[in-house]
Nanobody
Framework: VQLVESGGGLVQAGGSLRLSCTAS????????MAWFRQAPGKEREGVCI??????????FCEDSVKGRFTISTDAVKNTVYLHLDAVKAEDTAIYYC??????????????????????WGRGTQVTVSS
């Protein structure tokens, strides 16, 4: 199992960016695919999750990014994307892609960041300039 992120970089506040995570060794739609981030001096936090076929491909994002970030997958490319819109300075962080075998999620999508994700990418830096 391997996850490789790309797409990070420098973006102005209010701008957009798309992060990619290409998986090998498994099919992304059969797993729960998530994005986490870690800002300097802060704990890692969950951003968005694509819950996989087990959960009818539902998608959830945490309150801090809801309405600005979206998650999607491309089964042909076996890739999961994180679309960042209307970025803010506080979105500056290293963004990590993570995967675990799909699990049944709450209907409201709460609590997923507390689950263990055994597979991780190396991360990609996103820096928002004001």
């Amino acid at each position: 199992v391997q996850l490789v992120e790309s797409g990070g970089g420098l973006v102005q506040a209010g701008g957009s960016l798309r992060l990619s995570c290409t998986a090998s060794g498994f099919r992304v739609n059969e797993y729960a695919m998530a994005w986490f981030r870690q800002a300097p001096g802060k704990e890692r936090e969950g951003v968005c999750i694509h819950a996989g076929d087990l959960n009818d491909s539902k998608k959830f994002c945490e309150d801090s990014v809801k309405g600005r970030f979206t998650i999607s997958t491309d089964a042909v490319k076996n890739t999961v994307y994180l679309h960042l819109d209307a970025v803010k300075a506080e979105d500056t962080a290293i963004y990590y892609c993570a995967a675990r075998k799909a699990f049944f999620m709450r209907s409201d999508g709460r609590g997923w960041p507390r689950y263990e994700f055994p597979h991780w990418g190396r991360g990609t830096q996103v820096t928002v300039s004001s």
